[in-house]
């Protein structure tokens, strides 16, 4: 287990008022929702980011958008996507890896999507996570980009930094993801993934982060930050 994630510190949680502070710091320090952000990826409807998000799993950014290209180009709606067989959706999606399982998520998502919700894709955190194939991660990331939501979407580097300056707690994504969510004030809601995903590509990198240069480091609880 990586020094970032350990137990040694990983409970150990910054108060409230340092939570605030912290905020404050990344607010002006880091660049935040970029107007008129769209889906994952870029995608242009929730139906096609969900997608796209589900894709992504496991898989580098580039191998991601190759595969949405390709299978985009076959169908993009739920409907025609119940179309093809599965075997055609998991050659189009090979570039993201693990495409046969994939690929009957998707399936079934777009089943469940046409079943259960006319195929129109739920706003709502529950309503997302009921479909096939979408987690808290993916839920949250389709939330916030595409409907606009006020929320916190936890990818790899907001887990880090989250876990690692005491933000948050959680083993994983989706535990880290409640934590920052009962935790986090309202007002840094709307913004703070954008903040700590920056500042996590930036300054609080997963291998030597540059903490002579961090604008939190004498809030940040990580025991391995130099001095």
Known sequence: MSQSTSPAYASRLLNEEDVEAIY??????????IPNAKGPKGQPDAFRSCISCMLSAQSRDANTAKATRQLFALASTPEAMLQLDEAVIAEAI????????????????????????????PSTRGGLMSLPGIGRKCADIVMSFTFGEDVIAVDTHVHRVSNRIGLARGKNE??????????SPEWAKRDGHFWLLQFGKQVCTARAPKCTACVVRSLCLYPGKAA
Do not use: W
Not at 24 to 33: C, F, K, Q, T, V
Not at 96 to 102: E, F, M, P, S, T
Not at 174 to 183: I, K, P, V
């Open 94 to 121: 090979k570039p993201a890896g693990l495409y046969n399982r994939k690929a009957r998520n998707v399936l079934k998502f777009c089943a469940a999507l046409l079943s259960e919700h006319d195929c129109v894709v």
């Open 174 to 183: 989706a535990q880290t993801a409640q934590s920052l969510e009962e935790r």
């Open 24 to 33: 404050r710091h990344l607010e002006e320090a880091m660049p935040g929702r």
